[in-house]
């Protein structure tokens, strides 16, 4: 395949695995670099630079293709803003293939100084945006692509709840640089949708979980397994709302305790040892899917089966050129 993904990327399938805390470490991202497509480091797995180096330094050593790395802008307890313009020199000194960049951009959050660092290392730049002013905003200060990310996605949508379908053709119709399509990304299908629409390539994450190299607790497996698109909810509005974001995830014991609160009227000190990342990462290794958020899309109602990360890329690129021949083959 090529798209202006592929050659920005210089990877064989426009198909980029999204962040994942706790999940998205060398061996996953390696794994799905290694298919062809583009795996994901996510920083905040590491809690200094020199444990981020080690990570960014195993998947050079497990890989030779292309992976970028996540860095999430937004105010955390456990992560420094100084931690994260560390992490974003590691980037740059390493010479990743591209940082994603999720949540405030670069410029205002890091500094202005931090997409020029990029650019004279070779090293590309990607937002993950949720409306069309924010990806305008992307291209204007230079970053290289973006990704649109609709309500459907897991992790924090944007509270406009635009879908995936409306808002990746608005963002192609003002922007000129590539454009990557997520939320409700989980096949061929939905690949040869986001093409349709103007995308260059699509980014996963929810999909990547549920594949044999994530690592997760069987019980995880299960749930992905058993789940439709209706078993995620909305919340945290309150919380997140004056940051322009939500939060999208399974609909379990814990998210129901964090309904409860909302809908109480409580704040941050109420809601934090429920919605803890560490709760996360201990479910992700013990099972127990009641006790944690854990941040899954609506795709999971397309998720059939745990394949290995390389059966789902070729599965994948067949499934969208026989989804686009079929469609032409009606005209």
């Not at 050079?60 to 313009?85: A, D, G, H, Y």
């Not at 109420?270 to 899954?296: C, F, H, Y």
């Amino acid at each position: 395949m090529q798209t202006r993904v592929t050659e920005l990327f210089g990877c064989k399938y426009p198909i980029q695995c999204g962040g994942m805390l706790w999940i998205a470490k060398p061996e996953l991202a390696a794994a799905i670099s290694n298919t062809g497509a583009v795996g994901n480091l996510t920083s905040g797995n590491y809690n200094s630079g020199e444990e981020f180096t080690t990570a960014v330094d195993k998947t050079f050593e497990l890989t030779k293709n292309p992976f970028i790395v996540n860095i999430t802008t937004m105010p955390s307890i456990r992560l420094s803003v100084e931690l994260l313009q560390e992490f974003f020199k590691i980037c740059c000194e390493k010479k990743v293939t591209a940082i994603e960049i999720a949540g405030a951009p670069v410029d205002t959050f890091l500094g202005p100084q931090y997409i020029p660092m990029a650019k004279e290392a070779g090293v590309k730049v990607i937002h993950k945006v949720g409306t069309v002013k924010h990806a305008m905003h992307a291209q204007k200060v230079g970053y290289d692509a973006v990704t649109v990310a609709g309500f459907e996605e897991g992790g924090f949508p944007h509270k406009d709840n635009v879908s995936t379908l409306l808002l990746v053709p608005r963002v192609v119709e003002e922007v000129d640089i590539p454009v990557l399509a997520a939320g409700g990304m989980a096949d061929g299908k939905s690949m040869a949708a986001a093409m349709a629409l103007g995308a260059d390539g699509v980014m996963m994450a929810t999909r990547f979980l549920a594949t044999q190299e994530s690592g997760v607790h069987p019980n995880i497996y299960k749930v992905l397994l058993e789940k439709k698109e209706y078993d995620t909810s909305l919340n945290l509005q309150t919380l997140l709302g004056d940051f322009g974001l939500q939060v999208r995830a399974l609909r379990n014991g814990i998210m129901r305790k964090v309904e409860e609160v909302e809908v109480a009227g409580g704040d941050l000190a109420d809601l934090l040892p429920l919605i803890s990342g560490q709760r996360a990462k201990k479910v992700w290794e013990e099972g127990n899917v009641e006790e944690a958020m854990l941040t899954i899309g609506q795709s999971v109602g397309r998720i059939n089966d745990i394949p290995t990360v390389d059966e789902l890329v070729e599965r994948m690129v067949v499934e969208a050129k026989e989804a686009m021949q079929k469609t032409l083959a009606k005209f």
